[in-house]
């Protein structure tokens, strides 16, 4: 069975504070994701990385920054948290096939981490 | 980068009924389309995806159909069930999965 495990729940966190949301998958996948989950916004895609030390902006990257250091851990980093942020985050790991134009795979979702920003 | 837009924002039907959820895309170079569903409190989780070179798949009581030239595909569920009540999501990937804004249906007993 694939994990994704991320590192809270539940965060409370102060208004300029500095955020860390850790997500860490077993199973060996090259793409790693961080989204944002609102009601009636679906996922909103913050950051992906496809590689380890790569990342590539998603739709939403501002006040937001990544880290991918090692290829089994994707970390969020709200630089200076303010209380727009607070939401849903949710981590996503996929498998990548490699070929002539290449092939995603099914994502797996961490629990999510319920973050609020007082 | 991609553009994934999802109709209905919601749906009910009775039981027995059948289902469609449509979404669209814009990146040609999308070649993977899941759909995932999401209970309440719960994780998303895939029940069904296709790839660009194939036009429908089925599996028991949910369908897939993409139309590569005009940038669509659907979820067809048939026969619908009261535990089919969740939020469903639609996606299109090229490496970068991208979410429409989801479809809460609700199947009435």
């Known amino acids: 069975d694939v994990k994704v495990t991320q590192s809270s729940r539940y965060l409370v966190k102060r208004t300029g504070e500095k955020v860390f949301l850790e997500c860490v998958q077993d199973m060996d996948h090259e793409n790693m994701f961080w989204y944002r989950q609102d009601p009636g916004l679906g996922l909103r895609l913050i950051y992906f990385?496809?590689?380890?030390?790569?990342?590539e902006k998603g739709d939403i990257p501002e006040g937001y920054s990544v880290s991918r250091e090692k290829k089994e851990r994707f970390s969020l980093i709200l630089e200076s948290a303010s209380t727009n942020q607070t939401s849903m985050y949710l981590c996503?790991?996929?498998?990548?096939?490699?070929?002539?134009?290449?092939?995603?795979?099914?994502?797996?979702f961490g629990q999510g981490t319920r973050l609020t920003v007082v | 980068g991609e553009n994934v837009e999802q109709h209905p924002s919601t749906l009910s039907v009775q039981e027995g009924d059948s289902a469609v959820i449509k979404c669209t895309y814009s990146d040609s170079a999308s070649n993977y389309f899941p759909w995932y569903k999401q209970e309440l409190g719960k994780r998303p989780q895939l029940i069904i995806d296709?790839?660009?070179?194939?036009g429908e798949k089925k599996d028991q009581r949910i369908a897939v159909t993409l139309n590569k030239t005009a940038k669509h595909f659907s979820l067809h569920i048939t026969e619908t069930q009261p535990e089919d009540s969740a939020v469903y999501f639609c996606?299109?990937?090229?490496?970068?999965?991208?979410f429409g804004a989801g479809t809460r249906l609700t199947v009435k007993p």
């Open positions: 296709i790839r660009s070179n194939v």
């Open positions: 996503a790991s996929s498998l990548w096939i490699r070929g002539r134009t290449g092939w995603d795979t099914e994502a797996f």
């Open positions: 996606a299109a990937s090229s490496n970068d999965m991208r």
């Open positions: 990385s496809y590689d380890v030390k790569m990342k």
